[in-house]
């Protein structure tokens, strides 16, 4: 079983940053994909990034590309999103999500999903 857990969330100003964590327990975290996505309030649940087991990696909306960075460290069985030059757009709770092997952008393809972390951007 695979429980992925996501912590770094919080209040940040407009520009500012944040790096969102996720960290999934099981023995087999190297052969997952793991994915990030949001969801704002009032609003369907929206890819962000997504990493695959050999480290490719993918984007979502226009919006976050050049600002965000999705990575992974198998050694800590942890997938990490890099958000920069935040806005209050960016306000959402975030999802880290993992299905096996290869990456996705579409919700129903992963598997394991965490319980969220609060994105919160003052303007």
């Known amino acids: 079983q695979v429980q992925p857990v996501e912590s770094g969330g919080g209040l940040v100003q407009a520009g500012g940053s944040l790096r969102l964590s996720c960290t999934a327990s099981?023995?087999?975290?190297?052969?997952?994909?793991m994915g990030w996505f949001r969801q704002a309030p009032g609003k369907e649940r929206e890819f962000v990034a997504a990493?695959?087991?050999?480290?490719?990696?993918?984007y979502g909306p226009d919006s976050v590309k050049g600002r965000f960075t999705i990575s992974r460290d198998n050694a800590k069985n942890t997938v990490y999103l890099q958000m920069n030059s935040l806005k209050p757009e960016d306000t959402a709770v975030y999802y880290c999500?993992?299905?096996?092997?290869?990456?996705?952008?579409?919700?129903?393809?992963?598997?394991?999903w965490g319980q969220g972390t609060q994105v919160t951007v003052s303007s």
């Open positions: 999500a993992a299905k096996r092997y290869l990456s996705s952008s579409q919700a129903r393809d992963y598997n394991y």
């Open positions: 990493i695959g087991w050999s480290g490719d990696s993918t």
């Open positions: 099981g023995r087999t975290f190297n052969t997952l994909a």
